[in-house]
């Protein structure tokens, strides 16, 4: 089955640093990619879509930039989370959908990343 | 725009009972999505509907779009230890378009006790 791979899984930063999280779609394309933040016991909400080559497109309310996306390839998005403060620290998960022509409709989740900021 | 409303939000059951999850929207659903996860970790794909009145199994689970294609449900028969989880439903935001987001219920926690 497809895979999307999330890096890293779980980080500590100081408040005021940056943080650079990775997904990566393993055996697929994916022209598009989604960024999602999880809160505890809550769903996942939507925080922008991800575009391969051109400007990601952001949830109202978040803020472009703060959580800096990058598609800069058909397998890799980064969500960089900048000057980080301790209510930044969330999990963020990132979902991917095969854009290869496989048929494939489902989304593809990452195993997400735990971002504590101190 | 669309959201969706899932019921009960946690559930406790014995071993071996049966149980149902509920996901309603308050629009026409294109794409209903079941997924499992665990606290924490990323989110497993149970299954996707799209038709009304579709039904699909995967061992011990089931999941139904009504006709209208408003309410999912999903069942678990026998329920074991290795089905506790966080189980969401989600839908496309945008109905004619097969590559966007997924917007996502609440979750419903499932314990299973022993």
């Known amino acids: 089955g497809a895979v999307v791979s999330q890096h890293p899984s779980w980080v500590i930063c100081k408040s005021g640093t940056s943080v650079k999280i990775e997904c990566r779609s393993l055996d697929f394309q994916a022209t598009t990619m989604f960024w999602y933040r999880q809160f505890p016991k809550q769903s996942l909400m939507l925080m922008a879509t991800s575009n391969e080559g051109s400007k990601a497109t952001y949830e109202q309310g978040v803020e472009k930039d703060k959580f800096l996306i990058n598609h800069a390839s058909l397998t890799l998005s980064t969500l960089t989370v900048t000057s980080a403060h301790p209510e930044d620290s969330s999990f963020y998960i990132c979902?991917?959908?095969?854009?290869?022509?496989?048929?494939?409709?489902?989304?593809?989740f990452g195993q997400g990343t735990r971002l504590t900021v101190v | 725009s669309q959201e969706l409303e899932q019921s009960p939000q946690s559930l406790i059951v014995q071993e071996g009972k049966n149980l149902t999850i509920n996901c309603t929207s308050s629009k026409t659903l294109y794409g209903l999505y079941w997924y499992k996860q665990k606290y924490g970790e990323g989110l497993i794909f149970l299954m996707m509907?799209?038709?009304?009145?579709e039904e699909k199994s995967h061992e011990k689970i089931t999941a139904k779009l009504d006709e209208k294609k408003q309410q999912s449900s999903l069942h678990i028969t026998a329920s074991q230890p290795s089905h506790a989880g966080i189980y969401l439903c989600g839908a496309r935001r945008l109905s004619n378009q097969a590559g966007t987001a997924l917007i996502f219920g609440k979750g419903t926690t499932l314990s299973v006790s022993s």
């Open positions: 509907l799209q038709k009304g009145g």
């Open positions: 979902s991917a959908r095969d854009s290869g022509g496989s048929g494939r409709t489902e989304a593809f």
